[in-house]
């Protein structure tokens, strides 16, 4: 069973920023970010592939956020700059074996962390 910890939510004003880890217990094929407010759909936000390093975005977050990732040490990144309230939700880490054209859909990754709060004030 692979775990995921994530760490690095805060509270920032909007045009701040703060950069999310999310450390894996093994190496694992892909890992999203996806992020869920109060009465949304969780939704997802970027994703990288471990092996080459492919990423994608969402819309709302291109040119201002960015994934990256550690191999060595099994670490994804988010860093999210130039933040708007609207950014405001819980992140989550997902990791599984899902490939880059499919993979905003929250059924496909296995493994979830545990969430951690971004709130963005105005």
């Known amino acids: 069973q692979v775990q995921l910890v994530e760490s690095g939510g805060g509270s920032v004003q909007a045009g701040g920023s703060l950069r999310l880890s999310c450390v894996a217990s093994?190496?694992?094929?892909?890992t999203a970010w996806f992020r869920q407010s109060p009465g949304k759909e969780r939704e997802g936000v970027a994703f990288?592939?471990?092996?080459?390093?492919?990423?994608s975005y969402a819309d709302s977050v291109k040119d201002r956020f960015i994934i990256s990732r550690d191999n060595d040490k099994n670490t994804v990144y988010l860093q999210m700059n130039s933040l708007k309230p609207e950014d405001t939700a819980v992140y989550y880490c997902?990791?599984?074996?899902?490939?880059?054209?499919?993979?905003?859909?929250?059924?496909?990754?296995?493994?979830w962390g545990q969430g951690t709060q971004v709130t963005v004030s105005s």
């Open positions: 990288i592939l471990s092996a080459r390093r492919t990423t």
């Open positions: 093994e190496y694992i094929y892909s």
């Open positions: 997902a990791a599984g074996t899902v490939y880059e054209g499919i993979w905003n859909n929250t059924s496909l990754f296995s493994f």
